[in-house]
């Protein structure tokens, strides 16, 4: 039996906003494995690799990471945006599709998301993309306008309480990011990554006490987010109990919209 592969018929730019644990990471692997087109960027994964590299912003935002608060706006919107460029999705050659794309991105800062154009960024007219763990407050989302046109914003909501349950089975091959749960998602050979055979790790900041602290921070932050893309018209909420709920009505929902 073939299966086939939806494509994309225009530029998908998604955003993932959801508790910690609800399942952003997974949802994306998914999402990566379904639509050829889309790739990613995690902002925790980015800081976590700058962590491990122990780089001086690494350095920075291990302590902040580990008490569950989030790191400062500037640090994860350079973070970012020179991923962007990396990629080759920002770039000064690129003809804007949907954006005036006429910002600089060098330093936003809250206050000032983007500063006065110099060399205007412009974003590929291709580009599909997921963005897992950012914007995550509003400021954030303000700055990223500036730069990216973002077409679907995604709440996806878990309860509280199933989320804590599972966290505890959470484990993570740091190198790449996969993220396994022993429950649902269990790695082939327990405590080993399936593609490199590496040990699998637990976050330190997924202890219950360093949850709480970032789930409120999430509950603090995401109101202001989700109204802003809602007024936008691009906000789409999804619920489910597991991963397994969620990620057909994802599915649906991305195709319904970019297919
Ligand atoms: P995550 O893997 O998305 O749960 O992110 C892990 C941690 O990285 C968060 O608890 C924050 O400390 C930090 N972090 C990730 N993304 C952001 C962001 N967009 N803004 C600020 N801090 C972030």
């Known amino acids: 039996m073939t299966v086939s592969i939806p494509r994309l018929k225009r530029a998908a730019r998604i955003i993932l906003i959801g508790a910690p644990g609800v399942g952003k990471g997974t949802q994306t692997e998914r999402l990566l494995a379904r639509f050829p087109q889309l790739a990613s960027i995690s902002s925790g994964d980015l800081l976590r690799e700058n962590v491990r590299l122990r780089t001086p912003l690494g350095i920075q935002a291990e302590t902040i990471i580990q008490s569950g608060n989030l790191v400062p706006d500037s640090m994860i919107l350079d973070l970012i945006s020179s991923e962007l460029w990396k990629r080759g999705w920002l770039s000064t050659s690129h003809r804007s599709s949907s954006t005036d794309g006429t910002k600089s991105n060098s330093s936003p800062s809250p206050q000032n998301p983007v500063p006065a154009p110099q060399s205007p960024a412009k974003i ?62 269990a790695p082939k050979v327990p405590g080993r990554d399936d593609v490199t055979g590496e040990p699998l790790t637990q976050r330190s900041d997924d202890s219950t006490g360093t949850w709480y602290q970032r789930y409120h921070k999430f509950e603090e932050t995401s109101r202001d987010l989700v109204a802003h893309y809602a007024d936008k018209g691009c906000l789409s909420r999804i619920e489910g109990n597991s991963s397994d709920e969620i990620t057909p009505r994802l599915f649906k929902a991305i195709e319904e919209r970019f297919c």
Do not use: C, M
Not at 134 to 153: E, G
């Open 124 to 185: 590929s007219p291709d580009a599909s993309f997921i963005l897992d763990g950012f914007p995550r407050t509003l400021s954030q989302a303000l700055s990223l306008d500036s730069l990216v046109p973002i077409n679907f914003a995604v709440h996806l909501v878990t309860p509280p309480s199933v989320i804590l349950s599972r966290i505890a089975k959470r484990w993570v091959h740091e190198p790449s990011g996969r993220v396994y749960n022993t429950d649902f998602n």
